[in-house]
């Protein structure tokens, strides 16, 4: 009888180890889905170092919560914003410190809940510049709109796909140059058992109004993990800038996200 339990509580023991392992590389796939009905709120540190002439510090926090919501049958509506929070020091041509929050965007895309012809993952709609700054320098002053598309393809353990947009600025301090930016994110991601990932991308900024383009390049590892009942990802890589004259040498990204899973 002995034998029985032991030999019941073993076989009980694996099921509950590979259903979490299940269920770390299923949502470690999902995450390579920015629009996938999963609820996430990414807490995602960048530090660069060696910023313009005056070999500047800047520690970028953005604050990302994803949060799709069922409109229909068919079709989610996936909001997504991007807070940041700032503290640089000499970034500016002795300009001194700053630290405060900087501009939101704020997008918003209409996606179908299943995959279309081919597999395809797309959603689109629109994209949204808020002055949310509290400095002077971390800001635009300018409230902006434009479009936002991402489309995407999920292949066995690969994900590769684009995320776009384009902000014009409608209003604001006439004081401060107007916005008219294009953002550029190919990415493609590999996941591994256990909830492991390794995700390849580049950010890439156009600024058509200045000629100016900036960007970083980013390899980053990451794994799901739980804390206490809490589902999250932590993740960290480096980073490449390249482009622009204020530009930093090299930084680091790293972070925390946290997981909501919700059938919408």
């Known amino acids: 009888m002995r034998r029985i ?3 019941f509580c073993f076989c009980a023991l694996i099921n509950m ?3 979490a392992q299940n269920d770390a590389d299923a949502l470690a796939k999902q995450l390579q889905n920015p629009i996938s009905s999963l609820i996430s709120v990414p807490f995602q540190g960048n530090m660069d170092f060696g910023i313009g002439p005056d070999n500047g510090t800047r520690f970028t926090l953005n604050i990302q919560p994803v949060i799709p919501v069922s409109i229909s049958e ?4 996936v909001t997504r914003v991007v807070l ?6 000499d970034v500016l041509y002795n300009s001194g410190s700053q630290t405060g929050l900087s501009d939101a965007v704020v997008s918003g895309f209409f996606s179908p809940k299943e995959p279309t012809k081919g597999g395809l993952i797309w959603g689109a709609g629109p994209v949204f510049l808020v002055p949310t700054a ?3 320098a971390l800001g635009t002053h300018k409230f902006g709109l434009g479009p936002t598309v991402v489309a995407l393809k999920q292949s066995g353990s690969i994900t590769f ?3 776009v947009n384009h902000i014009w600025s409608v209003a604001g301090n006439d004081d401060y140059g107007d916005v008219n930016t294009t953002f550029f994110q190919p990415f493609v991601a590999k996941n591994f058992a256990g909830g492991y990932a390794l995700t390849f991308n580049t950010e890439l900024s156009q600024s058509w109004d200045y000629h100016a383009t900036s960007g970083a390049i980013h390899v980053v590892g990451s794994k799901v993990i739980s804390i206490g009942s809490q589902l999250a990802q932590v993740f960290v890589g480096p980073r490449l800038h390249y482009g622009g ?9 790293g972070g925390l996200t946290l997981l909501f899973p919700k059938k919408v």
């Open 5 to 7: 339990c032991l030999s």
């Open 74 to 77: 068919n079709w989610n509506l």
């Open 161 to 163: 796909g684009c995320l």
């Open 134 to 136: 509290t400095d002077d």
């Open 245 to 253: 004259a204020n530009s930093a040498d090299w930084g680091i990204r």
């Open 17 to 19: 180890v590979m259903t």
């Open 84 to 89: 940041p929070f700032v503290s640089q020091s």
